[in-house]
């Protein structure tokens, strides 16, 4: 996996001002994936999965939260086969055959009541985003009827509107019973979802906000489950799956947060008023680095408070809300390009709510922001691996157009003044 920092967060001289700007997302030709190993209390404690025949996740443990589910970007576009297995060698939770890590080995036999879970085939489509549920207990999905135990949830990654978050519920809940599917989704009290069935998946757009009140319940009883305080992050898409027996037992803390970035409002022609943002921009950097600079990740004593981490974050939002309104059409698409990583760093900052000490936090790329990251990208602003020509250009492109539009006109070098003692000259 390539280094990040910040989702890519480098700093580069527009002009004689740096700019952070982040990274955008790799090829088409893959799909990135989320697993989750949803088995019963009684099954085994951690599966192994194949992919195409190759082992591609080792001793997944079961549960939904934090280290128990698996991302990945190396599963390409197409058709493929899925092989679930006990992990270290065990037998396949299928209804015969071995493992291929098993060999002539049985390994640990299939526990009474596991029941089977057959060699499948999926198919994913290059550049989306996908939940993969696999469980005895999973409820099929509506895109793979007829196969038990795997539940494959689409996740929307187009860009939100302006200034809200999207939620997406993946329902692999059987409807049997009270408590169970469908289920309806409220925000602060107010129903944002309905009806829910079993195998199915909804999403919905709700405004940001840094402490939503979110409650997922059964249809027949209306507003009353759990509360949970969730912090929906414009240009976000928070994806909840809905599994019954997740261990622990999970809902919001089951969430993946995706960034999708946010649509932009309209910009305002041929204003020069983007020359007065560029000194915000590198004094935006120096806060960052002085905020975070001088962080040791090994010494909580050094961490910054989360109030000036908070500050940071709104500093940073004015010159993104002042630079969508101000830049000019034609430097547009630069102006996205080098926002990007600053929205990226202002998000990031909104999931741990300012506290430092929340870190890692991942990325819909799957990569994960840790805090030695950050702190790298305060101090060095360097950005990792191979340049990206889109980025060179946007640098290119704004630079000129500041040099242009911004810095005044030289003024004419005066005459040099002559020497008193110096009489004319003549020739003759």
Known sequence: MRKIALGVVAALLLAAFPVALAGTAGADSTAHIRFINAEFSGAPNAIDIYVDGTLLIADLSPGGSFGNWFETNAIGNGQHSLQVCIANGGLPLTSGGLCPANGANPGVPVLPGVAALPQVQFSVVGGNNYTIILGAGVLLSASNVGIAGLFVGL?????????????????????????????DVCVDGDKVLTGIAAGQSQQVEVEAQQQANVQIFSSAVGCSGPTKIVNLVAGTNLVISLVGNLIPTCTTDCGQVLFVDQERHPNIANDPAFCALIPSLATIQSEFKSTLGGVNPNDHFTFPSSGA???????????????????????????????AGLRTLRQTFQLVNYDVSGFPVVTANGDHVTLEQIVEAANSFSLPGTADPDLQGAIAALTAWFKANCLPAPTPAAPAAVPASAGPRFTG
């Open 309 to 339: 981490v908070k500050q940071l974050a709104d500093d940073i939002n004015v010159v993104i809300n002042t630079g969508d309104g101000v830049v000019p059409d034609d430097i547009k698409p630069q102006w996205e390009i080098i926002s």
């Open 155 to 183: 996740n929307d990654s187009s860009p939100t509107d302006f200034g809200f978050a999207r939620i997406t519920i993946h329902n692999t809940i059987p409807s049997a019973g009270p408590g169970t599917s469908p289920f």
